[in-house]
């Protein structure tokens, strides 16, 4: 199984190597939720089964780093073991070599097929690395526009420093921070928060793009909003 995700213009690939098992499937999975932007790719399957016990060692030439070196197959109670590589957004050409230093497996992706192209350049994986270009409009109109994806992703401890922020560049006041501050729920706190703020106007949604950039650059990044100044 492999999984890819997007860091500041970096491209980390996991490649999980483990017995055909549903229950191993769902241990990847469930551990893939933590990587924020994690994207599942079809691979091809080998043409001949692997055997238990074989170890194996992963090689793609454009990688800066591949660890482990390698992996044994071998039945397992917890989540797989898998290759990780750190590598430049380009295309990726895999080999799978064997104990016996031959080729067992071999995958070629091209770059166009992990990139999803949308309405501005290119998001990656539909996390999207940094974007080439950004959405354009007014702030309002950016925050309109990234309103459902800000509530479902924004962290709890970025919303209680964007509260702060806010209170402390005069968006909003003191009250208005209270009331959004007691409330438990993180997406029911994001979605007070952006409401509250687009209900202001221009000015302070302006200043909530720039403050939020600030706290998280890199969900700042995938949602393709600009950093602006305020408007005078």
């Known amino acids: 199984m492999l999984y890819l995700t997007v860091i500041k ?23 893939e939720i933590k990587f924020q932007g994690s994207k599942r790719i079809p691979i091809t399957r080998p043409e001949r089964s692997f055997k238990l016990n074989s170890s194996f060692r992963l090689n793609i030439p454009c990688s800066t780093s591949i660890t482990p070196p390698r992996i044994h197959l071998i039945h397992r109670d917890t989540t797989p073991s898998f ?17 016996d230093e031959r ?14 192209e949308t309405h501005s350049t290119s998001a990656v994986l539909g996390a999207g690395g940094p974007a080439e270009s950004s959405l354009t409009g007014s702030a309002e109109q950016q925050l309109r526009s ?10 709890g401890p970025v919303l209680d420093g964007l509260l702060d922020r806010l209170l402390q560049h005069t968006v909003i006041n003191q009250e208005e921070m209270e009331s959004v501050k007691v409330i438990a729920e993180r997406a029911e706190k994001a ?29 700042c990044s995938q949602l393709q909003i600009n950093s602006v100044g305020v408007p005078t």
């Open 9 to 31: 213009e970096k491209l980390i690939q996991r490649l999980y190597l483990f017995p055909s098992d549903p229950g191993q499937i769902q241990a990847v999975e469930q551990q």
């Open 83 to 99: 290759f990780k590589v750190d590598m430049e957004i380009t295309g990726i050409e895999m080999e799978l070599i064997g104990d």
């Open 103 to 116: 080729i067992v497996w071999k995958e070629t992706l091209q770059k166009y097929e992990f990139i999803t």
């Open 146 to 155: 990234v309103r459902t994806e800000f509530v479902k992703r924004v962290s």
């Open 191 to 219: 979605r007070d928060i952006i409401d509250m703020v687009l209900r202001k106007g221009t000015e302070s949604s302006y200043r909530m793009i720039n403050l939020f950039g600030e706290l998280d650059a890199y969900l």
